[in-house]
């Protein structure tokens, strides 16, 4: 040996903190560029292989996340209901109080506008042929929502506004249907959510919360 030799230096082995945190990474860019695929490609277009692609791991690397390009979806949209929804009830009595009500409906429109890029393209990908209905409609339970059956929380969530409608509605006359109110309710929080989102140049700050208050007091 001479003194122009190499000293080895032993690496330390991978904690288990590092390998969780490896995986995490790996599973949100597969997500990201999912979610970009499937807007600008279309999801019946776009394919693991061009996810991997895109994403520059290989194919095999996808798969030991996700059993297939609908998983992956399903995985995207269920964080964005748990987000979504997160402040839904949120003493989790089953009763929706008025004071709940407003901030579960302030909450959605923080998010849609902090994340306006994420649920523009989440919104394409949805309004794509058969999308919705393969993850909602058909008997597959891929979107859950706090590990629950989303059809069993969507059942609830109706519950609990129906209610919350009903109880608005006291004193009213004959005319007043809860489920009509409910419906419109739902009608106006997803309509003001594409127009802005489609058309994010026509709504500057001021104009964005009077919306979100003209809602409230329209429906509180």
Not at 123 to 139: T, W
Not at 198 to 203: I, N, Q
Request: charged share 30%; glycine share 4%; hydrophobic share 40%.
């Amino acid at each position: 040996m001479t003194g122009r030799s190499v000293k080895k230096v032993a690496m330390s082995p991978r904690t288990a903190r590092q390998y969780d945190t490896i995986r995490k990474a790996k599973r949100a860019l597969i997500k990201e560029v999912a979610l970009t695929c499937f807007a600008d490609l279309g999801f019946h277009s776009t394919t693991i292989s061009t996810i991997a692609a895109k994403a520059g791991i290989s194919k095999g690397l996808i798969y030991n996340y996700f059993r297939s390009k609908d998983d992956i979806l399903a995985e995207i949209v269920s964080e964005s209901i748990d987000e979504l929804y997160s402040s839904f009830d949120t003493d989790h009595d089953g009763h929706l109080s008025v004071e709940e009500f407003e901030v579960f409906v302030r909450k959605i429109f923080d998010i849609i506008r902090e994340k306006s890029r994420f649920w523009r393209l989440l919104f394409a990908i949805m309004m794509q042929n058969d999308v919705y209905e393969r993850l909602f409609v058909r008997e597959n339970d891929l979107v859950k929502r706090g590990g629950e059956n989303m059809r069993v929380f969507s059942q609830e969530m109706v519950r609990m506004f129906i209610e919350y409608f009903t109880a608005r509605g006291n004193g009213s006359d004959e005319s007043y249907d809860p489920m009509i109110e409910m419906l419109m309710f739902v009608n106006t929080l997803k309509g003001f959510a594409l127009t802005f989102l489609f058309s994010e140049e026509l709504y500057s700050t001021p104009y964005y919360e009077k919306m979100v208050d003209a809602i409230i007091s329209r429906y509180r």
